[in-house]
Structures are given as structure tokens and as C-alpha cells.
């Protein structure tokens, strides 16, 4: 098992800190978390131990997993591959591409592992189709939430966008060609909503729209390809998979068939792929300690991680 140390004790690091406590991959170590107070709570009610700094847990673990604002990403990630330890870090991986770039730099130096927490990888919807997902050419996706003060410390785009551009770089083999966007700033001092379309140099368009300022909560993904249409609820885990193929010669009477302005006739069938239920928070935590154990690269690895921010900069950048 490997140690392993959250630093951040937040809303969503205790959910980190109790999948890791549950885990048969990891042996919690403990917590840091800057806020004496939020830190003697959470230590008091769960039973997890507190250490008094950063540098104090990270010499007692094998892994530090970083779920701190984005603020912080890149001092505690820095401090933590140094001193030779695995990192686990919260999307976006840090506030700037430089400081990015820097941690890329780092991990090759100190031969660590990393991976950042997109966890729209693991959503059980995704992984159900992924693999039918053949060489899109249009992509729409909007990523809608009602308004909550956490994660106003950044743009709308690095705060929730930020996912489905992981999603579409995942997809897409090819690098963007041109990026046009818009952001509005309605609640917070940074964009809570906004729209950008993606070009590829492949011919792929991608439309996405994220919103943290909703009356209602979605997060749907379409992909229009070659002969077939999906679409990816990730909020409902939910798969729509509608597929054409050539209409046969004598087609049932429940046969759905389509003929073009050129008399082709195209037969549409349905699929339903089977949807396993996971917690993809823990699916992530636990892959990442397989490809350490094994070498091998992580699902999501720095890299993918920061590239995911440089699309995602572009995009703030031309507002």
C-alpha cells in the first residue's frame, strides 16, 4: 500500500480524504490544512491526523495528493516532487502554463508520477462509449451549474469548461488550429459564463458553453462522426448512441430507414451501451496507485493535464 498525505481539507478533500481511508490502495497518512480551526474539526469528527505543515507531511508519505485551491497547486506540487514524492492534483493542474511547464520539468528531473484530477474521464457514461468515439468532426457540449461561491477564484472556463476540454483533447488527434470565444462576468470579478469554438486542424469544430450562473445543472456532451451520433450526459451518467449503416435490400416493417436527395437509403439502429456504476472520484485515486506500482503513465498525466490549461488560456485570452 502506499502512503499517502491530502493536502487541503476543503469540501472536496474530505471526500478525498475519506475514499482514501476506505481504499485498499492506500494507507492514509494524514491531512494538512492551513486553517487551524477547519483543520481540528475535521480531525476531531473523522479521526484523521493533522499534521502542522506541508513539508511535515509530505516527508511522512509516498504520495501527496493536492486538493487546495488553484492558487496553490504550484507551490505544494513543487515542494512535493522535490522531495521525491508522487503527486495527485486537483484540476487545473496550477494557475499558469509556466508553472505548468516548470512541474513537467520537475517530474522527468525527480522521476515521479503525476496525474490531475479530470475525473469526467472516469464518469461511468464516458467510459461506456469512448471507444466508439471515432474521429468526431463536430462536438457540442455545455456544462451548465447553478451558482456556487466555490471556484470563483477563477474564470468559468477554468472552473468548469476546463473538463470538457480534457474530454475533447482526449478525443481529438489533432491540434487546434483557431480558438474564438466570449466570456461574461455577471456575479464574480472573473467570466461565470462562457461560449468558445474550438477549430482542429483536422476539420473537427467544437462548440462549448459552461455556465455557473444556471437555473438548472447539466453537463451533456454530442458527438456527431461519421455515420453515428453520441451524446454523453455526464450529470445523469447517461449514453445515447444512434448509429446509420446501408438500409438492406428488403428492409422489416420496423426498420427505421432514411433516403438522402441522392436515393441513398441508410438504415438507423440504436445501441445501448451497458453503463457500470463506480465512484469515479475513487477510480481515479486508485489508477493512479496502479501506475505507480506498475510504471506506468497515468490515465490523465501532467502533461494531458496541462495542455488541457494551455486550450483552456487561449480561450480567457480572447474574451
Do not use: W
Amino acid at each position: 500500500m502506499l502512503n499517502v498525505g491530502v493536502l487541503g481539507a476543503g469540501h472536496l478533500g474530505k471526500i478525498h480524504l475519506k475514499l482514501l481511508q476506505q481504499s485498499k490502495k492506500y494507507n492514509l497518512v494524514g491531512f494538512y490544512d492551513p486553517i487551524e480551526e477547519n483543520a481540528k474539526k475535521v480531525a476531531n469528527e473523522f479521526g484523521y491526523k493533522s499534521f502542522k505543515s506541508v513539508s511535515e507531511l509530505i516527508k511522512n508519505v509516498d504520495v501527496i495528493d493536492i486538493v487546495t485551491p488553484t492558487l496553490s497547486h504550484f507551490d505544494c506540487a513543487k515542494e512535493a516532487i522535490t522531495a521525491g514524492k508522487h503527486i495527485f492534483v486537483e484540476k487545473p493542474i496550477t494557475k499558469t502554463i509556466e508553472q505548468a511547464d516548470t512541474l513537467l520539468k520537475l517530474i522527468k528531473k525527480y522521476n515521479v508520477k503525476g496525474q490531475v484530477g479530470h475525473v469526467e474521464r472516469f464518469n461511468p457514461a464516458f467510459t461506456a462509449v469512448k471507444n466508439s468515439i471515432h474521429n468526431p468532426m463536430f462536438i457540442e457540449g455545455h456544462r451548465l451549474a447553478e451558482f456556487n461561491p466555490r471556484g470563483t477564484d477563477v474564470p468559468v472556463v477554468l472552473d468548469l469548461m476546463i473538463h470538457d476540454i480534457d474530454i475533447i483533447l482526449s478525443i481529438v488527434n489533432s491540434k487546434v488550429k483557431h480558438i474564438s470565444a466570449s466570456g461574461v462576468s455577471v456575479i464574480s470579478d472573473t467570466p461565470d459564463i462562457a461560449n468558445a469554438r474550438i477549430e482542429f486542424e483536422n476539420g473537427c469544430v467544437a462548440n462549448l458553453t459552461a455556465s455557473r450562473i444556471s437555473l438548472k445543472n447539466m453537463r451533456k456532451t454530442r458527438f456527431f462522426q461519421k455515420d453515428a451520433y453520441i451524446a454523453v450526459d455526464f450529470f445523469e451518467k447517461a449514453t445515447e448512441v444512434v448509429r446509420m449503416k446501408d438500409a438492406p435490400e428488403k428492409p422489416g416493417d420496423f426498420d427505421m430507414i432514411l433516403q438522402n436527395a441522392e436515393g441513398i437509403k441508410k438504415q438507423i439502429y440504436f445501441e445501448n451501451p451497458t453503463i457500470e456504476t463506480n465512484n469515479a472520484i475513487l477510480d481515479e485515486l486508485e489508477t493512479f496507485a496502479d501506475a505507480i506500482n506498475n510504471n506506468t503513465t497515468p490515465i490523465v498525466s501532467l502533461k494531458q493535464g496541462t495542455e488541457a490549461l494551455r486550450v483552456a488560456q487561449m480561450i480567457i485570452n480572447d474574451f
